[in-house]
């Protein structure tokens, strides 16, 4: 029997599992989520949860539970765990696959003002100066807010922060996609948005607020994302469903 690990924590991640487990019924999945979430999505095969301690941990967790192929389906930016991933794939000669999601498509309207970092980030959304903005970066971005004043910071987020917010003009809006245009537009109306933050992340799932943006003349001030690593990768499910029937590993 295949036995595949998946690296989750995406929606893609979910799809894959269970498109394996529709399309090839007996390949073992195992999908491994970071834990950084309370909730658990509803998944086929068996899950765990926790970090492998680094290419070295998961080396080893690869060989004692004898997987035969390594899919990373983790978020565009979750660099480290790529890296991870393909050090460890590369020194245990397990095959990988990366899958991540197209990046949205720029169109005509866009305002998007594309950065390395979230420092640079930072640096334009002072000079950009709205009398608010939507940023979904996530908790752990906050902190490098801290010293921003002179406008409202809309931070959207799955889960509250678990420690104070550092800036008395952090708002903290929980919500959880996928999201709609005429819902992101009327947020972005209500709250008076001026400009908008996230990561260059693509997929579906968030992609009405980028819309929304577009139709409202908005800038969003988008934080670049990092390369793939090198090696096979597939955008959809689908694709890698179809690189594991080519390699033998599902029917």
């Known amino acids: 029997m295949t036995r595949i690990l998946i690296l989750g924590g995406t929606a893609e991640a979910v799809a894959l599992?269970?498109?394996?487990?529709?399309?090839?019924?007996?390949?073992?999945?195992?999908?491994?989520?970071?834990g950084l979430l309370d909730d658990t999505p509803d998944l086929p095969g068996r899950l765990r949860r926790g970090g492998f301690g680094g290419a070295d941990g998961l080396i080893r967790y690869l060989a004692d539970e004898r997987i035969d192929v390594l899919v990373d389906a983790t978020h565009p930016f979750a660099r480290v765990m790529a890296a991870t991933a393909s050090a460890a794939a590369c020194r245990s000669g397990v095959p990988r696959i990366k899958l991540v999601r197209p990046m949205w498509n720029r169109m005509p309207g866009d305002?998007?003002?594309?950065?390395?970092?979230?420092d640079a980030a930072?640096?334009?959304?002072k000079t950009?100066?709205?009398?608010?903005v939507l940023i979904t970066l996530g908790s752990r971005a906050m902190e490098s807010f801290r010293?921003?004043?002179?406008?409202?910071?809309?931070?959207?987020?799955?889960?509250?922060?678990?420690?104070?917010l550092?800036?008395?003009?952090?708002?903290?809006?929980?919500q959880r996609g996928p999201f709609d245009v005429e819902g992101e537009t009327a947020l972005m109306t209500d709250r008076g948005v001026?400009?908008?933050m996230t990561r260059a992340s693509g997929g579906g799932a968030t992609e009405a607020k980028i819309r929304a943006a577009r139709d409202l003349s908005l800038p969003v001030v988008m934080i670049r994302r990092p390369a793939v690593p090198e090696g096979p990768?597939?955008?959809?499910a689908e694709g890698v469903l179809d690189w594991l029937r080519k390699g033998g590993f599902a029917a």
């Open 17 to 34: 599992a269970h498109g394996i487990a529709a399309r090839a019924p007996g390949v073992d999945v195992v999908t491994s989520l970071a």
């Open 111 to 118: 305002r998007w003002i594309v950065v390395d970092d979230i």
């Open 122 to 125: 930072v640096g334009t959304l």
């Open 128 to 132: 950009l100066a709205p009398a608010a």
């Open 147 to 164: 010293c921003i004043d002179g406008m409202r910071l809309i931070f959207r987020m799955v889960a509250p922060p678990k420690e104070p």
């Open 166 to 174: 550092p800036n008395p003009a952090m708002e903290v809006l929980l």
């Open 194 to 196: 001026g400009a908008l």
């Open 233 to 236: 990768s597939a955008a959809t």
